[in-house]
Protein backbone atom coordinates (compact mmCIF):
# COMPACT_ATOMS: atom_id res chain seq x y z
CA UNK A 1 0.00 0.00 0.00
CA UNK A 2 1.39 3.18 -0.84
CA UNK A 3 1.98 6.06 1.97
CA UNK A 4 2.50 9.69 2.30
CA UNK A 5 5.91 10.54 4.14
CA UNK A 6 5.84 13.97 5.31
CA UNK A 7 9.63 15.17 5.77
CA UNK A 8 11.12 17.21 8.49
CA UNK A 9 13.66 19.99 7.82
CA UNK A 10 16.55 18.04 9.17
CA UNK A 11 16.15 14.99 6.64
CA UNK A 12 16.89 17.02 3.72
CA UNK A 13 19.53 19.06 5.25
CA UNK A 14 20.97 16.00 5.99
CA UNK A 15 20.45 14.51 2.58
CA UNK A 16 19.09 16.76 -0.23
CA UNK A 17 18.03 13.90 -2.42
CA UNK A 18 15.92 12.43 -0.02
CA UNK A 19 12.71 14.06 -1.94
CA UNK A 20 13.29 11.30 -4.33
CA UNK A 21 13.73 8.02 -1.75
CA UNK A 22 10.46 7.24 -1.31
CA UNK A 23 10.16 5.07 -4.11
CA UNK A 24 6.25 5.50 -5.51
CA UNK A 25 4.82 6.94 -2.29
CA UNK A 26 3.84 10.50 -1.90
CA UNK A 27 6.63 13.15 -0.03
CA UNK A 28 5.17 16.17 1.37
CA UNK A 29 7.03 19.26 2.71
CA UNK A 30 5.21 21.42 4.63
CA UNK A 31 5.86 24.95 3.84
CA UNK A 32 7.32 25.39 6.75
CA UNK A 33 10.38 23.25 5.76
CA UNK A 34 10.95 25.72 2.93
CA UNK A 35 11.21 28.52 5.30
CA UNK A 36 13.35 26.90 7.12
CA UNK A 37 15.78 25.67 4.51
CA UNK A 38 16.26 28.94 3.34
CA UNK A 39 17.18 30.24 6.50
CA UNK A 40 20.16 28.44 6.30
CA UNK A 41 21.18 28.74 2.26
CA UNK A 42 23.50 31.50 2.99
CA UNK A 43 25.98 29.26 5.70
CA UNK A 44 28.93 28.49 4.28
CA UNK A 45 28.94 24.73 5.80
CA UNK A 46 27.93 21.54 4.47
CA UNK A 47 24.10 23.03 5.65
CA UNK A 48 24.14 26.15 3.66
CA UNK A 49 25.17 23.64 0.47
CA UNK A 50 22.66 21.05 1.40
CA UNK A 51 19.93 23.56 2.21
CA UNK A 52 20.88 25.26 -1.53
CA UNK A 53 20.83 21.79 -3.28
CA UNK A 54 17.66 21.26 -2.16
CA UNK A 55 16.42 24.55 -3.40
CA UNK A 56 17.71 23.13 -6.90
CA UNK A 57 15.98 20.08 -6.60
CA UNK A 58 12.49 21.93 -6.34
CA UNK A 59 13.39 24.62 -8.32
CA UNK A 60 13.90 21.81 -11.44
CA UNK A 61 10.64 19.99 -9.96
CA UNK A 62 9.14 23.19 -11.17
CA UNK A 63 9.31 22.08 -14.63
CA UNK A 64 6.84 19.47 -13.95
CA UNK A 65 4.14 21.01 -12.41
CA UNK A 66 3.13 23.20 -9.77
CA UNK A 67 4.55 22.00 -6.16
CA UNK A 68 1.25 22.92 -4.27
CA UNK A 69 -0.71 20.71 -6.58
CA UNK A 70 2.02 17.83 -6.79
CA UNK A 71 4.28 16.61 -9.20
CA UNK A 72 5.61 13.37 -10.19
CA UNK A 73 8.70 11.84 -9.53
CA UNK A 74 10.01 9.17 -11.74
CA UNK A 75 10.00 6.47 -9.69
CA UNK A 76 6.13 6.44 -9.48
CA UNK A 77 5.85 8.29 -6.15
CA UNK A 78 4.51 12.15 -6.27
CA UNK A 79 5.99 15.27 -3.95
CA UNK A 80 4.00 18.27 -2.98
CA UNK A 81 5.13 21.24 -1.12
CA UNK A 82 1.76 21.67 1.62
CA UNK A 83 0.09 24.59 2.09
CA UNK A 84 -3.04 23.28 3.81
CA UNK A 85 -3.61 20.52 6.42
CA UNK A 86 -1.93 22.89 9.07
CA UNK A 87 -4.50 22.22 12.19
CA UNK A 88 -2.11 24.18 14.96
CA UNK A 89 -5.49 24.87 17.08
CA UNK A 90 -5.41 20.79 17.91
CA UNK A 91 -2.33 21.14 19.20
CA UNK A 92 -2.15 20.39 22.83
CA UNK A 93 -1.42 22.81 25.43
CA UNK A 94 2.30 23.23 25.67
CA UNK A 95 3.10 22.70 22.83
CA UNK A 96 3.93 26.29 21.21
CA UNK A 97 2.09 26.94 18.05
CA UNK A 98 4.60 29.31 15.86
CA UNK A 99 7.18 26.89 16.39
CA UNK A 100 8.22 25.39 13.17
CA UNK A 101 8.53 21.62 14.57
CA UNK A 102 5.19 21.99 15.75
CA UNK A 103 3.69 23.45 12.87
CA UNK A 104 5.18 20.36 10.74
CA UNK A 105 3.79 18.41 13.53
CA UNK A 106 -0.26 19.96 12.61
CA UNK A 107 0.85 19.23 8.86
CA UNK A 108 0.95 15.65 9.70
CA UNK A 109 -1.82 15.59 12.10
CA UNK A 110 -3.83 17.35 9.57
CA UNK A 111 -2.96 15.00 6.08
CA UNK A 112 -3.63 12.03 9.47
CA UNK A 113 -7.29 13.30 9.79
CA UNK A 114 -8.39 14.21 6.55
CA UNK A 115 -11.02 11.56 5.94
CA UNK A 116 -10.71 11.74 2.43
CA UNK A 117 -6.86 10.43 2.77
CA UNK A 118 -7.10 6.59 2.98
CA UNK A 119 -3.12 6.33 2.31
CA UNK A 120 -1.11 5.74 5.78
CA UNK A 121 0.73 9.08 7.02
CA UNK A 122 4.03 8.70 8.40
CA UNK A 123 5.95 11.73 9.67
CA UNK A 124 10.42 11.46 8.72
CA UNK A 125 12.94 12.85 10.95
CA UNK A 126 16.10 12.52 12.12
CA UNK A 127 15.09 14.53 15.27
CA UNK A 128 14.63 12.08 18.63
CA UNK A 129 11.98 14.33 20.26
CA UNK A 130 10.30 14.83 16.98
CA UNK A 131 9.46 11.43 16.77
CA UNK A 132 8.69 11.37 20.43
CA UNK A 133 6.08 14.37 20.42
CA UNK A 134 4.78 12.64 16.72
CA UNK A 135 3.90 9.28 18.92
CA UNK A 136 2.08 11.32 21.47
CA UNK A 137 0.53 12.84 19.12
CA UNK A 138 -0.73 9.66 17.35
CA UNK A 139 1.02 10.34 14.43
CA UNK A 140 3.63 7.54 12.84
CA UNK A 141 7.24 8.80 12.85
CA UNK A 142 10.35 7.35 11.76
CA UNK A 143 14.02 7.94 11.30
CA UNK A 144 15.44 8.62 7.59
CA UNK A 145 16.26 5.02 7.10
CA UNK A 146 17.86 5.12 3.87
CA UNK A 147 21.69 4.66 3.69
CA UNK A 148 21.48 3.03 6.88
CA UNK A 149 24.23 0.07 7.49
CA UNK A 150 23.60 -2.06 10.94
CA UNK A 151 26.96 -1.89 12.48
CA UNK A 152 26.56 -5.00 14.66
CA UNK A 153 26.95 -6.69 10.94
CA UNK A 154 29.69 -4.17 9.71
CA UNK A 155 32.49 -5.30 7.46
CA UNK A 156 35.79 -5.64 9.95
CA UNK A 157 38.45 -6.17 7.08
CA UNK A 158 39.60 -9.32 8.85
CA UNK A 159 38.74 -12.89 9.36
CA UNK A 160 40.10 -15.75 11.12
CA UNK A 161 40.03 -18.78 9.15
CA UNK A 162 40.92 -22.71 11.32
CA UNK A 163 42.66 -25.11 8.86
CA UNK A 164 44.80 -27.48 8.58
CA UNK A 165 48.40 -27.28 9.47
CA UNK A 166 49.48 -29.02 6.33
CA UNK A 167 47.85 -26.09 4.35
CA UNK A 168 49.67 -23.47 5.88
CA UNK A 169 53.01 -24.93 5.35
CA UNK A 170 51.58 -24.90 1.81
CA UNK A 171 51.13 -20.95 2.07
CA UNK A 172 54.74 -20.44 3.72
CA UNK A 173 56.04 -22.56 0.92
CA UNK A 174 54.08 -21.69 -2.33
CA UNK A 175 53.38 -17.78 -0.38
CA UNK A 176 49.98 -18.06 -1.48
CA UNK A 177 47.15 -20.70 -1.59
CA UNK A 178 43.48 -20.87 -2.64
CA UNK A 179 40.99 -20.96 -0.38
CA UNK A 180 37.25 -22.34 -1.16
CA UNK A 181 35.97 -19.99 0.94
CA UNK A 182 34.86 -16.40 -0.23
CA UNK A 183 36.39 -13.16 0.47
CA UNK A 184 35.90 -9.85 -0.40
CA UNK A 185 38.84 -7.68 -2.15
CA UNK A 186 41.75 -7.03 -0.21
CA UNK A 187 40.08 -8.61 2.98
CA UNK A 188 43.09 -10.51 5.57
CA UNK A 189 42.63 -13.37 6.57
CA UNK A 190 44.22 -15.03 9.50
CA UNK A 191 44.85 -18.61 9.27
CA UNK A 192 45.23 -21.01 12.41
CA UNK A 193 45.95 -24.84 13.02
CA UNK A 194 42.89 -26.37 13.45
CA UNK A 195 44.61 -29.07 15.49
CA UNK A 196 46.02 -26.82 18.39
CA UNK A 197 49.19 -26.29 17.47
CA UNK A 198 50.53 -22.49 17.48
CA UNK A 199 51.15 -22.20 13.79
CA UNK A 200 49.40 -18.97 12.01
CA UNK A 201 49.94 -17.00 9.21
CA UNK A 202 48.43 -13.67 8.30
CA UNK A 203 47.79 -12.87 4.93
CA UNK A 204 45.39 -11.06 2.04
CA UNK A 205 42.80 -11.90 -0.10
CA UNK A 206 44.26 -11.28 -3.93
CA UNK A 207 40.59 -10.62 -5.70
CA UNK A 208 42.12 -10.95 -8.75
CA UNK A 209 44.13 -13.99 -8.74
CA UNK A 210 41.77 -15.74 -6.29
CA UNK A 211 44.07 -16.56 -4.16
CA UNK A 212 45.31 -15.63 -0.21
CA UNK A 213 48.94 -14.10 -0.50
CA UNK A 214 52.03 -12.73 2.56
CA UNK A 215 51.35 -8.89 3.61
CA UNK A 216 53.07 -6.28 1.01
CA UNK A 217 55.03 -5.30 3.93
CA UNK A 218 56.23 -8.27 6.48
CA UNK A 219 57.50 -5.53 9.12
CA UNK A 220 56.60 -2.75 8.33
CA UNK A 221 57.97 0.59 9.99
CA UNK A 222 57.19 4.67 8.85
CA UNK A 223 58.70 7.38 11.08
CA UNK A 224 59.64 5.38 13.68
CA UNK A 225 56.00 3.74 14.09
CA UNK A 226 55.99 -0.10 14.17
CA UNK A 227 52.35 -2.27 14.15
CA UNK A 228 52.03 -3.22 17.66
CA UNK A 229 49.24 -5.99 16.77
CA UNK A 230 47.94 -7.69 13.88
CA UNK A 231 45.07 -5.07 12.91
CA UNK A 232 47.44 -2.19 12.71
CA UNK A 233 50.14 -4.28 10.52
CA UNK A 234 46.78 -5.12 8.37
CA UNK A 235 46.43 -1.20 8.40
CA UNK A 236 50.30 -0.39 7.23
CA UNK A 237 50.18 -2.65 4.47
CA UNK A 238 46.94 -1.21 3.05
CA UNK A 239 48.96 2.28 3.92
CA UNK A 240 51.42 1.43 2.03
CA UNK A 241 49.91 -0.03 -0.48
CA UNK A 242 49.72 2.69 -3.63
CA UNK A 243 47.56 0.75 -5.24
CA UNK A 244 45.01 0.95 -2.44
CA UNK A 245 42.94 4.21 -3.15
CA UNK A 246 40.31 4.43 -0.83
CA UNK A 247 40.90 3.33 2.99
CA UNK A 248 38.63 3.25 5.98
CA UNK A 249 40.18 3.13 9.61
CA UNK A 250 37.63 2.28 12.24
CA UNK A 251 38.49 2.01 15.71
CA UNK A 252 37.32 3.77 19.39
CA UNK A 253 40.54 6.07 20.73
CA UNK A 254 43.88 4.65 21.61
CA UNK A 255 43.45 2.42 18.96
CA UNK A 256 46.13 4.15 16.70
CA UNK A 257 44.07 4.64 13.70
CA UNK A 258 45.16 8.47 13.16
CA UNK A 259 48.79 7.99 14.12
CA UNK A 260 48.94 5.13 11.79
CA UNK A 261 47.88 7.48 9.00
CA UNK A 262 49.51 10.21 9.56
CA UNK A 263 52.85 8.31 9.88
CA UNK A 264 52.48 6.29 6.57
CA UNK A 265 51.47 9.59 4.92
CA UNK A 266 54.99 11.39 6.12
CA UNK A 267 56.59 8.51 5.06
CA UNK A 268 54.76 8.41 1.74
CA UNK A 269 55.27 12.51 0.60
CA UNK A 270 58.27 13.08 2.61
CA UNK A 271 60.53 10.18 2.46
CA UNK A 272 59.37 8.59 -0.78
CA UNK A 273 57.70 11.61 -2.66
CA UNK A 274 54.63 9.66 -4.16
CA UNK A 275 52.59 12.28 -3.22
CA UNK A 276 53.10 15.89 -3.87
CA UNK A 277 51.44 16.79 -0.49
CA UNK A 278 50.05 15.26 2.85
CA UNK A 279 46.59 16.61 3.56
CA UNK A 280 44.71 16.40 6.56
CA UNK A 281 41.45 17.48 7.61
CA UNK A 282 38.49 17.19 10.08
CA UNK A 283 35.05 18.31 10.29
CA UNK A 284 34.20 21.05 12.08
CA UNK A 285 31.20 19.78 14.35
CA UNK A 286 31.85 21.11 17.20
CA UNK A 287 31.84 24.66 16.09
CA UNK A 288 29.08 24.61 14.25
CA UNK A 289 31.14 23.82 10.83
CA UNK A 290 31.85 27.35 10.48
CA UNK A 291 34.77 29.08 11.22
CA UNK A 292 33.95 32.70 10.08
CA UNK A 293 33.05 34.12 13.46
CA UNK A 294 36.15 33.07 15.68
CA UNK A 295 39.20 35.90 15.89
CA UNK A 296 41.83 35.92 13.97
CA UNK A 297 43.53 34.27 10.54
CA UNK A 298 42.40 30.83 9.25
CA UNK A 299 45.35 28.89 10.81
CA UNK A 300 44.26 30.61 14.04
CA UNK A 301 40.73 29.89 13.61
CA UNK A 302 41.54 26.38 12.95
CA UNK A 303 44.15 25.35 15.82
CA UNK A 304 42.36 24.08 18.46
CA UNK A 305 40.15 22.20 16.64
CA UNK A 306 42.98 20.71 14.46
CA UNK A 307 45.24 20.62 17.94
CA UNK A 308 45.00 16.79 17.81
CA UNK A 309 46.22 16.19 14.76
CA UNK A 310 49.45 18.62 15.88
CA UNK A 311 49.89 16.43 18.90
CA UNK A 312 50.24 13.46 16.61
CA UNK A 313 52.39 15.28 14.17
CA UNK A 314 54.76 16.73 16.62
CA UNK A 315 54.93 12.92 17.82
CA UNK A 316 55.88 12.14 14.84
CA UNK A 317 58.32 14.57 13.60
CA UNK A 318 60.42 15.10 17.05
CA UNK A 319 60.89 10.99 16.47
CA UNK A 320 62.29 11.42 13.54
CA UNK A 321 63.86 14.76 12.94
CA UNK A 322 66.57 16.86 15.05
CA UNK A 323 65.33 20.36 15.95
CA UNK A 324 61.65 21.91 17.41
CA UNK A 325 59.00 19.53 16.24
CA UNK A 326 56.79 22.83 15.77
CA UNK A 327 59.32 24.12 13.58
CA UNK A 328 59.86 21.24 11.50
CA UNK A 329 56.08 21.26 10.62
CA UNK A 330 55.98 24.52 10.11
CA UNK A 331 58.94 24.09 7.44
CA UNK A 332 56.84 21.59 6.05
CA UNK A 333 53.97 23.14 5.85
CA UNK A 334 55.78 26.50 4.55
CA UNK A 335 57.73 23.43 1.73
CA UNK A 336 53.38 22.99 0.47
CA UNK A 337 54.33 19.08 1.68
CA UNK A 338 51.69 19.27 4.58
CA UNK A 339 48.48 21.00 4.89
CA UNK A 340 45.95 21.25 7.40
CA UNK A 341 42.17 22.30 6.59
CA UNK A 342 38.95 22.45 8.12
CA UNK A 343 36.83 20.12 5.76
CA UNK A 344 34.50 22.79 5.21
CA UNK A 345 37.56 24.71 2.95
CA UNK A 346 38.62 21.52 0.87
CA UNK A 347 34.60 20.98 -0.59
CA UNK A 348 34.53 21.94 -4.13
CA UNK A 349 38.63 21.69 -4.91
CA UNK A 350 39.92 19.24 -7.16
CA UNK A 351 42.39 17.42 -5.33
CA UNK A 352 45.16 15.28 -7.62
CA UNK A 353 48.30 13.28 -6.39
CA UNK A 354 47.50 13.90 -2.86
CA UNK A 355 47.55 11.92 0.64
CA UNK A 356 44.31 12.95 1.99
CA UNK A 357 43.55 11.79 5.75
CA UNK A 358 39.86 12.72 6.78
CA UNK A 359 39.90 12.51 10.70
CA UNK A 360 36.85 11.89 12.74
CA UNK A 361 34.86 10.82 9.63
CA UNK A 362 31.98 9.44 11.44
CA UNK A 363 30.67 13.01 12.09
CA UNK A 364 29.75 12.84 8.14
CA UNK A 365 27.10 12.10 6.52
CA UNK A 366 26.26 9.59 3.87
CA UNK A 367 26.07 12.87 1.26
CA UNK A 368 29.16 14.67 2.31
CA UNK A 369 31.33 11.38 1.94
CA UNK A 370 30.16 10.87 -1.41
CA UNK A 371 31.03 14.48 -2.11
CA UNK A 372 34.58 14.21 -0.72
CA UNK A 373 35.21 10.69 -2.39
CA UNK A 374 33.82 12.22 -6.04
CA UNK A 375 36.48 15.22 -6.03
CA UNK A 376 39.32 12.85 -5.57
CA UNK A 377 41.79 13.31 -7.99
CA UNK A 378 43.74 11.47 -10.47
CA UNK A 379 46.63 9.78 -8.33
CA UNK A 380 45.38 10.51 -4.79
CA UNK A 381 44.72 8.30 -1.87
CA UNK A 382 42.42 9.17 0.81
CA UNK A 383 42.19 7.65 4.32
CA UNK A 384 38.99 8.19 6.69
CA UNK A 385 39.36 7.27 10.06
CA UNK A 386 37.07 7.29 13.20
CA UNK A 387 34.93 5.58 16.20
CA UNK A 388 30.83 5.15 14.99
CA UNK A 389 30.34 5.10 19.15
CA UNK A 390 31.56 8.75 19.13
CA UNK A 391 29.31 10.71 17.20
CA UNK A 392 28.87 14.55 18.02
CA UNK A 393 26.37 15.15 14.96
CA UNK A 394 23.11 14.98 16.54
CA UNK A 395 21.43 13.61 13.64
CA UNK A 396 23.64 10.77 13.00
CA UNK A 397 24.30 7.69 14.94
CA UNK A 398 26.37 4.49 14.47
CA UNK A 399 24.10 2.96 11.38
CA UNK A 400 23.78 6.24 9.74
CA UNK A 401 27.17 7.94 9.46
CA UNK A 402 28.96 8.26 6.21
CA UNK A 403 32.07 6.38 7.66
CA UNK A 404 30.14 3.15 8.35
CA UNK A 405 28.35 4.08 4.87
CA UNK A 406 31.49 4.06 2.89
CA UNK A 407 32.84 1.11 4.52
CA UNK A 408 30.02 -1.33 3.51
CA UNK A 409 29.85 0.51 -0.15
CA UNK A 410 33.37 -0.18 -1.06
CA UNK A 411 33.94 -3.48 0.56
CA UNK A 412 33.74 -5.23 -2.90
CA UNK A 413 35.81 -2.79 -4.31
CA UNK A 414 39.23 -3.75 -5.66
CA UNK A 415 40.89 -0.01 -5.30
CA UNK A 416 40.02 -0.31 -1.36
CA UNK A 417 40.26 -1.18 1.72
CA UNK A 418 39.20 -2.00 5.45
CA UNK A 419 39.95 -2.95 8.82
CA UNK A 420 38.73 -2.56 12.19
CA UNK A 421 41.46 -1.95 14.98
CA UNK A 422 39.94 -3.43 18.24
CA UNK A 423 42.86 -2.99 20.50
CA UNK A 424 43.80 0.14 22.54
CA UNK A 425 47.60 0.86 22.87
CA UNK A 426 47.97 4.12 24.57
CA UNK A 427 47.76 2.78 28.01
CA UNK A 428 45.61 0.77 30.60
CA UNK A 429 44.06 3.65 31.40
CA UNK A 430 43.08 4.93 28.25
CA UNK A 431 41.82 1.21 27.16
CA UNK A 432 39.30 1.14 30.42
CA UNK A 433 38.32 4.61 29.65
CA UNK A 434 37.65 4.07 26.18
CA UNK A 435 35.73 0.89 26.94
CA UNK A 436 33.68 1.66 30.13
CA UNK A 437 33.22 5.19 29.70
Known amino acids: MKKIYVLDTNVLLHDPTAIFAFDDNDVIIPIVVIEEIDSQKKRQDSIGRNAREVSRYLDKLRDEGRLYEGVNLKRGGSLKVELNHQVVDLLPLGLDKTKPDNRILSTAMGLNEDKDIEKPVILVTKDINMRVKSDALGIEAEDYETNKVDIEELYSGLSTLQIDPKLIDQFYTENELKLEQDFYPNEFVLLEDNVGGSQSALCRYDDKEGVIKPLIFQKPESWGIRPRNKEQQCAFDLLLNDKIKVITLVGKAGTGKTLLALAAGLE ?8 NRLLVTRPI ?9 LPGNKEEKLRPWMQPIFD ?4 LVGGQREGEASD ?46 TRVGEGTKIILTGDPYQIDNPYLDSNSNG ?4 VERFKNEEIAGHITLNKGERSQLAELAASLL
Open 268 to 275: KVVEEKNF
Open 285 to 293: VPMGNDLGY
Open 312 to 315: NMEF
Open 328 to 373: IIQDLQDMNLIEMEALTYIRGRSIPQQFIIVDEAQNLTPHEVKTII
Open 403 to 406: LTYL
